[in-house]
C-alpha cells in the first residue's frame, strides 16, 4: 500500500514564501533531466519511491506528510523565503537514485512500501510472490551506498516503511524475508498488533510512546505484506535495536521477552546525536497512512477515474476498513503514526528548515527539540 492529495497538486492557499512562490513544491524524477535544479531557496527532501510504477497510497501519503510539514511551518519559512520540497524517485522501475547526503543538497531521506519481494533479483515476474515484478537488480547496489552514506553523515537521517524497511534489513543484515505461508494465515493485510521489544521500552523515544498504550506494550499497525522479517541471528551491527515484533496471533504464544511472534517490525540503525530521535529508522507497516476515512475517499476517487482495477481497490479498502475490535483502534493508529513516523519526520526536517533559515541569514523561530517535548 502506500495520505494523499495529488502530490503536484497546488498547495494549501495563504502557504507561500513569497508572492507566487509555495511554501511546498513537489517533483518527480524518472529519468536524469526530471531532477529540478538545486536552489538555496528549496529544501529537498528525497523520497524513495519503490512502488515499481504500482497505484498505492502510500507514496502520497509520504507526500502529504511533507506538505503538512511545509504548512506547519509556514511563517518561518515565509519569514526565510524557503521551501520545502518533496523530490520523489522513482527506484526500482526507472534506477532513480538521490545523491548521498553531504554535498548541501539531500540530508532527510524516506524510502516508501512496494510489490513484491525485497531482494530484486528474486523478482522474476512469474513467481506468485513477485506480483507480476521483473526488475533489473542494479539499483539496490547504489541504494546500499546510499545507505552507507546516510549511516556515516550524522547530519542525515533516513526512515523506511514496509518494503523499504525490507530493503533496509537487507543492507544492515539483521533480517531475511520469509513468506508467510498458510500457517501464519498468508498475507498480512489490515490493522494488527505489534508489540514492543524490551529495548524499546528503554528507548528514549519509544518508551514516551509505550506510556500511552493501554497494556504499555502492544500497538496498533496498519498493514499489508507477504513477508514477516525474520532477525538473523548474531546480526548485531552498530546503533542496532530491535524495537518491534508481530504479536502472534497465529501460535498464541508469549517468549516472555517482549516477542510474541518471530517477524520484526521496527528497528533503529542510528540515532540522532541527541541521543533521543532515531536518524535511521524502519518499520515493517504503514504509519505514513493515517486518515482512513480520507484514504477511503482516495479509493473513490482512484477507481473512479479508472487508475486501478476493481480487484485493487476492493483489497485495499478491506485493508482500511478491517477494525480491530476496540473502540479506540483509529486513535491508537494515529499514536503508531505520530511516533514511528509522523514525529520524526517532522523533527528532521524542522531541523533542516532551520539549518537553511540560518544559513541565509534568518534567525527562524524554530527549535526540533520542540518535537521532542523538551522546550
Known amino acids: 500500500m502506500s495520505v494523499a492529495a495529488d502530490p503536484t497538486a497546488e498547495p494549501t492557499a495563504g502557504v507561500s514564501v513569497a508572492e507566487g512562490a509555495p511554501a511546498f513544491r513537489y517533483a518527480r524524477v524518472e529519468k ?7 536552489e538555496a531557496r528549496c529544501v529537498d527532501v528525497a523520497i524513495l519511491d519503490l512502488n515499481f510504477g504500482w497505484p498505492n497510497l502510500g507514496h502520497d501519503s509520504i507526500v502529504q506528510a511533507v506538505r503538512e510539514t511545509a504548512s506547519r511551518l509556514a511563517a518561518p519559512l515565509a519569514d526565510a523565503e524557503i521551501c520545502l520540497r518533496a523530490v520523489s524517485f522513482a527506484v526500482r522501475d526507472h534506477g532513480m537514485l538521490p545523491a548521498p547526503p553531504g554535498g548541501g543538497r539531500f540530508a532527510v531521506y524516506v524510502g516508501s512500501g512496494g510489490p513484491g519481494h525485497v531482494d530484486p533479483r528474486r523478482n522474476d515476474g512469474v513467481s506468485e510472490f513477485s506480483q507480476g515484478v521483473r526488475e533489473d537488480p542494479a539499483w539496490e ?14 547530519g542525515a537521517a533516513l526512515l523506511t516503511v514496509c518494503h523499504s524497511f525490507g530493503v533496509l534489513c537487507r543492507w544492515a543484515g539483521i533480517a531475511e524475508p520469509v513468506l508467510r505461508g498458510a500457517a501464519k494465515g498468508g498475507k498480512r493485510s489490515g490493522v494488527f498488533e505489534d508489540v514492543l521489544s524490551t529495548a524499546a521500552l528503554d528507548h528514549p523515544w519509544f518508551s514516551r510512546l509505550a506510556v500511552h498504550l493501554p497494556d504499555g506494550r502492544h500497538l496498533r499497525v496498519l498493514e499489508n505484506r507477504l513477508f514477516d522479517l525474520v532477525p538473523l541471528p548474531g546480526a548485531h551491527p552498530a ?54 476515512i480520507h484514504q477511503h475517499r482516495i479509493l473513490e476517487a482512484k477507481l473512479a477515474r479508472g487508475e486501478v482495477s476493481r480487484a485493487w481497490y476492493e483489497e485495499r479498502l478491506e485493508a482500511l476498513t478491517r477494525v480491530y475490535p476496540a473502540e479506540d483502534s483509529d486513535r491508537r493508529l494515529r499514536l503508531t503514526s505520530e511516533y514511528t ?35
Open 141 to 154: 547496489r547504489t541504494a546500499f551506498a546510499l545507505f552507507d552514506a546516510i549511516r556515516d553523515d550524522p
Open 341 to 375: 513516523f509522523l514525529l520524526p519526520l517532522r523533527f528532521h526536517l524542522e531541523r533542516q528548515v532551520r539549518l537553511r533559515a540560518e544559513a541565509r541569514g534568518h534567525a527562524a523561530d524554530l527549535d526540533e527539540s520542540r518535537v521532542l517535548g523538551l522546550h
Open 32 to 38: 536524469p533531466e526530471d531532477l529540478p535544479a538545486e
Open 239 to 292: 546503533g542496532f535495536l530491535a524495537l518491534g515484533y508481530e504479536r502472534g496471533y497465529e501460535r498464541g504464544y508469549e517468549r516472555g521477552d517482549g516477542r510474541d511472534g518471530d517477524g520484526l517490525t521496527m528497528a533503529e540503525l542510528a540515532r540522532d546525536a541527541g541521543g533521543v530521535m532515531p536518524r535511521i529508522l524502519g518499520v515493517n507497516s504503514h504509519p505514513e497512512i493515517v486518515d482512513r
